[in-house]
């Protein structure tokens, strides 16, 4: 399991995420889905969650992969957020959310130390 931390996570921190999963994942269009996924997760945290900290852990095996995003943001479960929009809702944003449901095959989260943990879980 590859671990990552970020203190006030930016933007331009998620190339090392990029390159941790590259190492994880071989198949490249499981690379693209779970790449995107990250992606738009690790934007919001970034952009909205007022998080001083980012924990990022990457493991494969068994046919599956695993990133779980840690941080001490604002309180925000992905899982709780609402399903598809329709094309008039588009630009009221979320839609990263939606993606990442289609992508993973699970996601869990739980508030736990003041922390928010997502686990997503995709087919490998």
Do not use: W
């Not at 999963?21 to 269009?29: A, G, I, N």
């Not at 046919?63 to 001490?72: A, L, Y």
């Not at 009221?92 to 003041?114: C, F, L, P, W």
């Amino acid at each position: 399991m590859e671990e990552l931390y970020f203190n006030k996570p930016m933007i331009k921190d998620f190339e090392k995420i990029k390159t941790a999963l590259r190492k994880t994942v071989s198949d490249e269009r499981s690379f693209r889905k779970v790449l995107l996924a990250c992606e738009e997760i690790f934007v919001n945290i970034a952009s909205y969650s007022k998080a001083q900290s980012l924990q990022v852990g990457i493991e494969g095996g068994g046919g599956r992969i695993i990133v779980t995003f840690s941080d001490d943001g604002l309180l925000f479960d992905p899982t709780e957020h609402c399903g598809h929009k329709g094309f008039s809702e588009l630009d009221t944003g979320g839609m990263g959310i939606s993606i990442v449901r289609d992508a993973a095959e699970k996601m869990q989260y739980k508030r736990v130390n003041e922390r928010n943990i997502l686990k997503l879980i995709f087919r490998g």
